[in-house]
Every structure is written in C-alpha cells, then in structure tokens.
C-alpha cells in the first residue's frame, strides 16, 4: 500500500474521473433504466480501436473456442505452454477483444507469455450463467488442447474479475482441475451491491453513479443474488488456487474485495489482498500512465509468473 499519492496519478484520476466534461456534459452522468448499452458499446470499441497499434514483436491469432471468438496474443520467444486466460471487463455488458486488445498487448509484452482473451456473452440479452458458462467453456477448451492446468494463470479486471472468482467456482463445481494461480483486478463479489463502499466511495471512484446497481441487475436477471457462482463472496473458498486480489482504497468495490478476501484466508486459501491508497476501479490497467499503476501492474505480471 502507498501512501503518498503521485501528482500525476491525481490528474490522470481527476480526468478520467470527469471525463463526462470532454463529451460536452457538465454534470456528472447517473447510470438508469435509459442507459443505451449499444451506443456504450459501440464507443467503448471505437475509442480503443483508435489507440490501437500492436507491435512487431506480438503476434495475434484469431481462434474459435466453439462459438466463442477468441485472440492469442503471443511475445516473440514466449513459451508455447504456458497461457494467461484473460476475461475482460465491462460491466457485464459491455468489452471485448476489441476493447481490451491493447491491454492484453501489456501483459503479453510484460509476462513473454501467451494471452488468450475471448468475448464471451453479455447481458442484458445473455444474463447470467452465460458468461461463466462460457468463461468455463475456454478453459475447458484449454484442457482439451493439452495445456497442463499447472501453466495456465486465469485473471482478469472489473466484471472480468468477479468471473475469474466466478470460473474457480464452477471449476470447483465440476471437478477440473485448478489453474496454478488466479488474479482479480476490482471485483464485485457480492452482487447485490449493498457495502457501504458503494456509497461511502463513489464520488471518490471513476464509475458513473448507480452503474453498479443497474448493470449488475442486467446480468444477474431472475437468479437469487446469494448464488455462490453468481456472488463468488458466498462461494465455500476451500481448496482454490493462490489467488491476488487487487483493489484500490477509493473503489466501489473495496469492501467486496476485504470481505473476499477474509473469506478466503479463513477457509485456508492462499489470498493476497494488494490495497493501494488512493487509487480508483481497475487502476492497474492505466499502466504505464503513472506510478502506482505500473508498479500495480508489475506486481501482477510477478504473480503471474510466480514471483
């Protein structure tokens, strides 16, 4: 945990943070039943194709997991079995490979390891179990193909990150074996939003008001929200994996990640709970903008390999 913030991560947050202001809004946007998802969408892919550009050194092979489209993304000398399965974040209802091809380019350059990202199914027209059906699906899909369980890492940011913990349970509930170790960047763990991190910290954090309450209904639909698979935080935690929960202190999403974690530790797991002070939702993939982001980022990349 860092104490002091940078100067620059205060900018880079104040921006993001009012980025409504940019798009000619002068008030802050509150998330309601009026939200247009395709038209959130259809940004979210444009602004990152925009800034797109992937170096010589990473290669990107498209893959279909049966009907689910996915991308290798793979270093120049990587090691060919070993593979970081990432699942993207958006809310539940919005990413995908286009969105977070450069992130993913980050972590294959950071890692020299194969990434796979795929775009699994997102509400409001698939809500749950449709993407952790799918996110299983690929790590089936994995195990078919030869891959050892002992060389895949499954990790991911946001909503990505609660069907990381999400993919563990249904693991679990299948009887597959376990990936060697599982990342979790900001995740919500208990889906009916009601810690008081909501509250107490969303004019400090970077998602729009009530975000978490109308996005997350899209995806939970009908199902009760103390489903384990659905809230990983009433999940039995025994037996999984080493797993690194990333948050930061000003998130929506602290409390979910504290109360996780205890969980967790209580029931034997290997849990690091990495809180850094200050910062907002998902910060670790704003690296390299600023210093605690990177130096986030690059505790990741060590779990990942082990360190």
């Not at 009026?34 to 038209?39: E, G, K, L």
């Not at 990432?86 to 977070?100: A, L, N, T």
């Not at 369980?149 to 299948?174: D, N, Q, R, W």
Request: net charge neutral; hydrophobic share 40%; glycine share 6%.
């Amino acid at each position: 945990m860092r104490s002091m913030q940078s100067v620059k991560s205060k900018i880079i947050i104040w921006v993001v943070k009012h980025r409504h202001w940019f798009r000619g809004q002068l008030r802050e946007p509150v998330i309601d039943a009026s939200f247009d998802v395709t038209a959130f969408r259809k940004r979210t892919s444009e602004t990152s194709l925009k800034m797109e550009k992937i170096p010589d050194d990473i290669k990107v092979e498209k893959v279909a997991i049966g009907d689910i489209y996915g991308e290798w993304l793979m270093p120049v000398g990587c090691e060919p079995q070993k593979v970081v399965m990432y699942i993207h974040g958006g809310g539940f209802i919005g990413g995908d490979c286009d969105s977070h091809r450069m992130h993913m380019v980050k972590f294959a350059k950071a890692t020299r390891t194969k990434i796979l990202q795929f775009n699994y199914r997102l509400a409001p027209e698939f809500p749950f179990p449709a993407a952790v059906e799918d996110c299983l699906t690929v790590y089936s899909w994995l195990l078919k193909q030869g891959y050892d369980p002992a060389h895949i890492v499954i990790g991911g940011e946001s909503a990505g990150g609660t069907l990381t913990l999400s993919t563990l349970l249904m693991i679990k509930a299948k009887s597959l074996p376990y990936p060697a170790r599982a990342f979790s960047i900001s995740p919500v763990t208990d889906l009916s939003c009601q810690a008081d991190a909501f509250e107490r910290n969303w004019k400090k954090d970077i998602a729009p008001y009530d975000s978490w309450r109308v996005w997350t209904q899209m995806y939970i639909g009908d199902t009760d929200v103390s489903n384990p698979i659905l809230s990983p935080q009433f999940g039995d935690l025994s037996g999984l994996p080493p797993l690194l929960i990333v948050v930061g202190s000003n998130e929506i999403h602290y409390d979910d990640c504290v109360a996780f974690s205890k969980k967790g530790l209580s029931q034997n797991v290997d849990v690091r709970l990495s809180v850094w002070e200050h910062m907002v939702h998902a910060f670790p993939i704003m690296a390299p903008l600023f210093k605690e982001a990177t130096e986030a980022f690059d505790a990741i990349r060590d779990f990942i390999l082990g360190a």
